[in-house]
């Protein structure tokens, strides 16, 4: 149990440590914090972006252990001690992961405010599964709306960083 | 056209894009500013009620508040988009006139205070009858929502070109059908957010908008400030689609916050919110009568529609002249007649969704071409490649087209989708459909009245020719533009697109653009890049003349080397000359401007539709259907587009994809709901159902060779074009389908099963 | 959006839980994966005093098989456990599916069996195919432990029997002789709908005859419901399409849909009855599925 924290009108925090793309983070929360929240306004990791806030959307997709989630229907006091990769741990040192430079290069980002949850559930994917299907690819991006594509690129993208084709013949 | 180009034509990556897939992109919500504050609106439960009193005491005393705001703390001035009728007011002092309507801000140290701050607010509601059905809304009797508006007529037009009831008369053929639309919203996935800020008596405000300029002369407009106090800057944008284009509360009430605590103020919508502000499609009822001669050719058009409004004006007028405006686009006829009413109803207000005002109406009207055709026994291909409009034509409504590919496209469409196979061999339960459609390349008129340019651009080399920043007030808000925009300036100088960079849309930095609207930017903002463009090669020209030696017309610039034409080997780097520049005659700078040609003719409404260049499209699509449930599958989707000159063929067919999409949506899956109290059942996303990628068919973007003499290199409209076929398009499939028409969108499962158990219903009493 | 306060417990173990619960009554509210708790508290639906955590009981997060019992579930396994169980997708592959076709990767994270079933609402996807397959639960409190069918186990729109205090810990599927098994949902995207209908079935064929069948409907009654009088019609009876359409007009009659933005009653109806005739064809064909 971490460590509680009682201020002076009687509200707990919460002691909490998130290791967030390899860092470990030691912070207090009240028990009603939303990760999505914590991630953005105390770690300043605003790549995680809000956007129905109610797990329909995907925008806040992270990684939790591995496993994408909704992070805004994550307490963060129920993240304390796990892992956490959040689209700023994706790309190490400027270096881009491949479905990144592929969705650059399949025009497959367009206002990109889905991309970050995108990139990530797509990562998730290409882990467990290496070589997906079209339909793996549309069922593991099925979370994740995006208003302005259609997909369609979003889709040639990941599948083309499957198979190691993150440039494609147009370019 | 055959001239080679080396940067535009080229699918360049985004210029956006690495900090985009990292997650570095900032958009007005990820910003922070020291001492910042919180700030949200309180609106009303009510969708009609007076205002009583309203008591902040309570809220005040709570912690962590540090300004409440009511109608009495803010300016009175109405306030709209469309300046024929400013309606709306900051906050609601007589009465709320939907479930939504402003009525008081807080601002606080955090989010959650706000929350607990808005709960503590007591407005006291005497509750009115509200106008919810805007069939019903001029019926005698009914409450007004604006006292001053009779039998709550928002926007009234009647036009009449040629002379229709002769033309039907001698008509081989008079058909009449009617069509509902429903309301559906732009549900961009960023949510609205402002941060305003006061440094004395200048006003900043980050704001998520689709055009910093109509924000800073509205919001200069309300609180009586000139215009250069007023600096409006778009951090990366998540998406519009005309949803984004009016200041909001948000605004609006954070400058006001932003004032009275002397600190910066976040202000910013939730999803239920962004849906009550909505500003989406219009619901409209259209009935529609159509002459055609024994070949199918179209004599005359009769438009009669009525469009809920909502409660506000926003950008209605214009929707209301659109949907009547852009009907002739696609087809030639001359005698044509449009009837509108836009209604106020206590319902969220209207605006432009992508497609502005045209989606529906080409909903209504693509059914009844196809219905017309099956009375005549004529292919739904062919009577539209019949009346298919030709290249250099005026519209009844006094329009003029230039390049125009209608006919193209529609051959082009019937063989990539296997038309004349499928019309003969699909079973019963497959179904293929085909319609047409057209937008506007930017309006021809601003929506505020001015005569200033519509778009402008500055390009600075930098001293050392390394680089280019173009300066420009266009706004991407994922379209693309601000590539596109750098890949055309890039051609103009004769220089490199990865050595291009860009400041946008922010007032204060970029020069005057209108934004991203009516589909307006690679063309207009396009042609003021281009001219800056054109000003920098000159001087480099000018300059490599000096230093080779040379004359000028015997130099060319290209991918950043200027060279002889004449001499092989005589060539110097750009980078080498401007720098030369700087050092001898200081900045390397371009700039220009665009406005477009006085466009349309004298009649009342002439502006609203013109534009100096128009996109056409077809589409067609096949759907296969369960006919027991009626659940629809799309099995593919083909479409042609003539977009002029294509800049970046990645970024546009994305455009059409996602243009596509979107009226996908509307046609058969998205609709905003309302219960008996006018309050919206399904503001959120799992029961607003935007389409998820296992939903998506396979689609095939093709575009046609084009060239718009009138745009920069050629170009015309793609953005907005590719929604507006979408929804007549299903509903001719499905007619295909099945021998049934749905006349409501959405069409629904549930509609297309209880349209085909009516069908058999009809089919058994006809036996017996 | 706005997160209403409360005191948050951790649990190190099911019976401090217990007691916690015990302690706390109906002031507490338990959080197992979130995904309908939170919600609920976000749009203002639920503001519990205390919330307790299931995190750390690891317990009731594991899928096993019992010999002489069946296949034991924990209450704390998420969705995408049971999709990703092989024991489950060997058995009885219909309830991966299910729980497959229920929402999105992201929720399917969270979102566990047990969260499923307690939240109560009839167009849960989980419980149809659990009841279909004969499932019983356990519930644990402070003062001692019950066990019941599962489809005891609703008792009207998002009721349940549990009592304060109670804990539902597991979910078994007994061993049984059942031939097919699979549940339909018809929703309206293919992803992240819920049910407008939903129809699961267990099958038992013998040869041409059907042996014995269960029937079991998602958002057609106020609470998930069975479909006795179809059943009762197709015990013993010999295989035809003829009978599956007639069980199918029986579930349809039997079942009292209302009015929603996902549909009206009528079209619900229609929907129980297609989808009941085409689960009972596809059990019947292709096993559990």
């Keep these: 149990m971490s460590q509680v924290l009682t201020d002076k009108d009687g509200v707990k925090r919460y002691l909490i440590t998130l290791n967030v793309n390899g860092d470990a983070h030691t912070i207090l929360v009240k028990g009603n914090a939303i990760l999505t929240n914590v991630l953005r306004d105390q770690l300043d990791l605003t790549g995680t972006k809000k956007g129905c806030e109610l797990g329909d959307c995907g925008s806040c997709t992270v990684l939790l252990d591995g496993k994408p989630v909704d992070s805004c229907l994550v307490l963060a006091v129920e993240a304390d001690g796990r892992e956490i990769t959040t689209i700023e741990g994706v790309s190490a040192n400027g270096a881009l992961d491949a479905i990144q430079e592929s969705m650059i290069n399949h025009a497959a980002v367009q206002c990109g405010y889905c991309t970050p949850g995108m990139v990530l559930s797509a990562k998730a994917l290409l882990t467990r599964n290496p070589h997906p299907t079209e339909p793996e690819v549309r069922e593991a991006i099925a979370g994740n709306l995006c208003r302005c594509t259609g997909y369609v690129h979003i889709v040639e993208a990941v599948l083309a960083a499957s198979q190691g084709r993150v440039t494609p013949d147009d370019h | ?768 | 959006m706005y997160m209403p306060d409360f005191e948050y417990h951790t649990p190190r173990t099911l019976s401090e839980a217990c007691a916690l619960l015990a302690e706390l009554g109906e002031k507490a509210t338990v959080l197992a994966g979130g995904t309908d708790i939170l919600h609920k508290m976000k749009v203002g639906k639920l503001a519990p005093e205390h919330l307790v955590s299931l995190k750390n009981l690891d317990e009731i997060r594991e899928i096993r098989h019992e010999a002489g019992r069946g296949i034991v579930i924990g209450a704390l396994t998420n969705h995408a456990a049971i999709y990703n169980s092989p024991l489950l997708q060997e058995r009885y592959l219909s309830l991966p599916m299910a729980a497959h076709t229920m929402a999105s990767t992201q929720i399917c994270n969270l979102g566990t069996v047990g969260g499923n079933i307690v939240n109560g609402v009839p167009s849960a996807d989980l419980p149809p195919i659990l009841i279909a397959l004969q499932a019983t639960i356990r519930l644990v409190s402070a003062s001692g432990e019950r066990s019941m069918a599962l489809e005891d186990f609703f008792c009207g729109a998002a009721e349940t029997v549990i009592a304060p205090g109670e804990l539902l810990t597991e979910i078994t599927i007994p061993d049984q002789e059942t031939t097919g098994s699979t549940y339909i949902k018809f929703g309206l995207r293919r992803s992240g709908a819920l049910a407008v209908t939903g129809v699961a079935v267990s099958v038992c064929v013998e040869g041409d005859k059907l042996r014995d069948a269960r029937i079991v409907l998602a958002s057609a009654a106020p609470t998930v419901m069975r479909a006795t009088a179809a059943e009762d019609f197709l015990r013993g009876r010999t295989i035809s399409d003829e009978a599956l359409a007639e069980a199918g007009t029986l579930a349809a009659a039997a079942s009292r849909p209302r009015d929603s933005i996902r549909g009206s009653a009528e079209y619900r109806k229609n929907l129980a009855e297609v989808l009941t005739k085409r689960a009972l064809r596809k059990a019947i064909d292709e096993g559990h599925v």
Excluded at chain 2, 100 to 127: H, M, P
Excluded at chain 2, 157 to 169: C, P, R, S, T, Y
Excluded at chain 2, 501 to 507: C, E, G
């Design chain 2, 1 to 768: 056209m055959s001239a080679n180009y080396n940067v535009i034509g080229r699918s360049v990556p985004r210029i956006d894009g690495p900090e985009k897939v990292t997650g570095a992109a900032k958009y007005t919500g990820d910003l922070k500013f020291p001492n910042m504050l919180f700030g949200k609106i309180l609106t009303s439960p009510h969708a009609h009620a007076r205002i009583i009193s309203i008591d902040t005491s309570e809220a005040e005393k709570l912690p962590g508040v540090k300004a409440v705001i009511t109608h009495k703390d803010v300016p009175t001035l109405k306030y709209g988009l469309s300046p024929a009728r400013w309606d709306e007011n900051i906050f609601c002092s007589d009465k709320v006139r939907f479930v939504g309507d402003k009525v008081a801000a807080v601002a606080c140290l955090d989010e959650d205070t706000c929350y607990k701050a808005l709960k503590l607010i007591k407005v006291e509601f005497e509750e009115l009858p509200a106008v919810l059905d805007f069939l019903h809304a001029m019926d005698e009797g009914q409450p007004l929502v604006h006292e001053e508006y009779e039998r709550n007529i928002n926007t009234e037009i009647h036009q009449e070109f040629g002379d229709v009831e002769k033309a039907l008369a001698e008509a081989h053929h008079v058909r009449s059908d009617t069509f509902v639309g429903q309301r559906t919203y732009q549900s961009p996935i960023e949510p609205h957010s402002a941060i305003s800020m006061w440094e004395g008596e200048k006003l900043t405000i980050y704001s998520s908008t689709q055009s910093p300029h109509y924000f800073q002369h509205y919001i200069a407009r309300e609180f009586g400030m000139p215009m250069g106090d007023v600096r409006i800057i778009k951090p990366y944008l998540g998406g519009g689609f005309g949803g984004k284009l009016e200041p909001t509360g948000l605004e609006f009430a954070g400058a006001v916050l932003a004032k009275l605590t002397g600190r910066p103020v976040r202000t910013f919508y939730d999803r239920a919110e962004m849906f009550a502000h909505n500003r989406g499609r219009h619901a409209q009822h259209m009935e529609i009568t159509t002459g055609v001669d024994k070949d199918g050719k179209i004599l005359a058009v009769k438009a009669n529609f009525i469009m809920d409004g909502g409660a506000y004006t926003s950008l209605g007028i214009a929707s209301a002249y659109y949907a009547g405006a852009l009907l002739p686009m696609t087809y030639e006829f001359d005698n044509y007649q449009f009837d509108m009413f836009r209604v106020y109803t206590n319902l969220p207000a209207c605006g432009a969704q992508r497609g502005h005002g045209a989606p529906q109406p080409k909903y209504a009207f693509e059914s009844h071409l196809d219905n017309v055709a099956a009375d005549l026994g004529i292919d739904p291909m062919d009577i539209r490649i019949i009346n298919a409009r030709r290249p250099d034509t005026v519209t009844p409504n006094d329009f003029k087209v230039n390049s125009c590919k209608m006919r193209e496209c529609l051959e082009r469409a019937r063989v990539i989708s296997d038309w004349d196979e499928k019309k003969k061999n699909l079973p019963h339960g497959r179904g293929i459909g085909v319609a047409t459609g057209s937008f506007v390349t930017g309006a021809g008129y601003p929506i505020y009245r001015t005569d200033l340019p519509h778009a402008a651009a500055f390009i600075k080399v930098h001293e050392d020719g390394t680089a280019a920043t173009l300066y420009t007030g266009s706004v991407d808000l994922g379209q693309g533009s601000d590539t596109v925009l750098c890949q055309m300036a890039a051609e103009a100088m004769g220089y490199r697109y990865e050595q291009m960079k860009i400041v946008a849309a922010d007032t204060e930095i970029t020069p005057l653009d209108f934004g991203a609207y009516a589909s307006r930017q690679t063309y207009m903002s396009g042609a003021a890049v281009k001219q800056a463009g054109e000003e920098v090669r000159k001087q480099v020209l000018d300059m490599a003349s000096s230093m080779l030696n040379l004359p000028v017309d015997d130099l060319d610039c290209e991918d950043g080397i200027v060279f002889s034409k004449s001499r092989e080997g005589k060539s110097l780097t750009f980078q080498e000359v401007a720098r030369k520049h700087f050092v001898l005659k200081g900045p390397l700078l371009g700039k220009g401007a665009y406005t477009p040609p006085k466009l349309g003719g004298s009649f009342k409404g002439a502006a609203v539709g013109t534009s100096p260049a128009y996109s056409f499209g077809a589409q067609v699509g096949e759907v296969s259907i369960d006919k027991e449930t009626g659940e629809i599958t799309v099995v593919g989707i083909w479409d042609v587009h003539d977009c002029g000159k294509v800049i970046n063929p990645r970024l546009l067919h994305g455009q059409v994809h996602g243009a596509l999409y979107m009226g996908m949506g509307e046609s058969v899956w998205e609709e905003v709901l309302f219960d008996d109290k006018g309050r919206i059942k399904n503001a959120e996303l799992a029961n607003y159902r935007v389409l998820t990628a296992m939903d998506m068919p396979p689609i095939q973007s093709e575009v046609v060779d084009s060239y718009e003499p009138s745009g920069p290199w050629g170009v015309k409209e793609i953005g907005e074009g590719a929604t507006n076929p979408t929804l007549g398009m299903f509903s001719n499939a499905i007619f295909d389908a099945m021998g049934v028409r749905v006349n409501s969108l959405p069409l629904t499962y549930e509609k297309v099963w209880r349209a085909l158990k009516e069908k058999r219903e009809r089919e058994a009493a006809e036996k017996a």
